[in-house]
């Protein structure tokens, strides 16, 4: 275990467990099997303030791989984390302007996501090699669950940077060849190998150059920021599923969060996530509605992202259809708006 290390200490998301659970085709009747060993319940799984200790995420594992009986649960699960799934980390891998810097995002902010996990970087001339360290004891098999998320994990997200999949790369597992059982040529590109000294993985640095198409550091940064002050806000707020269903937006570039995903995400159906909305004086489009409202407002007084910009950034295609919205939201155009704002900061 490195020095500082505290592995008792809840700072892991719950989010992770509950792809696990969605992974394993589970209801919320069914998750406390899944949560046995640990101090969780249903309800503090589904509350994103929650935070899991590195003791009970191991569990939470372990538990997972016997109700599965597959010993691919970890390449399954880890093609499911897209880079939104790592919240603020995945955002600023996704926005960077290559594989490389992404690579050194990950590196920098892993510890922020799960508390048991190192990557260390090594780049040379003509490759980089990515070194996986977990500081915990943990049974063979769910040590290989857990390299075999982190992989595929990866690779899910380096795909969506370079814009196809890293036929280049060598994953190295330090644990030995399953044989027959595994999904490997199906679950991860490049060439796998086994029995190493140190999970790594190696990518040539050219394939690491290739820039992002989906590179937009400025506006990723803006929406990080605001994000971060919505978030901060609305943790002042008492329990409610609107909070949830806001957070879950916050964490979806341009709120593109469908209802049918948010009702999956709480394990619920969208017919009862529609009742319990309604029973709190509000619906989930509402909640849309006022969550892009206050996000376009805040975009506006930043001078720098036009009104086309502030469109795209929230996943309007026709920004005529945008204008119109903020038009409703605030009774005047976001070209006015601006100007009334600029005029009032000048008289002030």
Known sequence: ????????????????????????????????????????????????????????????????????????????????????????????????????????????????????????????????????????????????????????????????????PVHEAETHFAHPDPGA????????????????????????????????????RESYALAQQQCEALLAELRQRPDSLRRQIETMMLSHPGSALSETAAAEALFISKRTLARRLKAEGTGFRQIRDDVLACLARDHLLDNRLSVDAVAALLNYHDSANFRRAFKRWYGVSPDRYRLEARQAHDAA
């Open 181 to 216: 059982e595994g999904r490997y040529r199906e679950m991860l590109p490049g060439r796998v190998v086994f029995s190493s000294e140190q999970m790594q993985l190696r990518i040539p640095l050219a394939v690491c150059e290739i820039p992002n198409a989906s590179a937009s």
């Open 1 to 164: 275990m490195p020095p500082g290390a505290d592995h008792a200490h809840a700072s892991i998301p719950t989010n992770y467990t509950r792809v696990i659970a969605q992974e394993l085709g589970m209801n919320a009747r069914e998750l406390p099997s899944l949560l046995a060993g640990t101090s969780l319940t249903a309800d503090r799984l589904l509350d994103d303030r929650t935070r899991l200790s590195g003791e009970e995420q191991i569990r939470i594992l372990e538990n997972a791989l016997a109700l599965s009986g597959d010993p691919n649960l970890g390449l399954r699960v880890g093609a499911r984390l897209t880079p939104a799934a790592h919240g603020a980390m995945g955002f600023l891998a996704s926005s960077s302007s290559n594989l490389l810097a992404a690579l050194y995002a990950f590196q920098s902010f892993l510890p922020t996501r799960v508390s048991f996990a190192r990557l260390v970087l090594h780049q040379s001339e003509r490759e980089v090699r990515l070194h996986a360290y977990f500081d915990m004891e943990m049974r063979p098999e769910v040590r290989r669950c857990v390299a075999e998320t982190c992989a595929t994990a990866f690779f899910a997200c380096a795909a969506f940077i370079i814009g196809r």
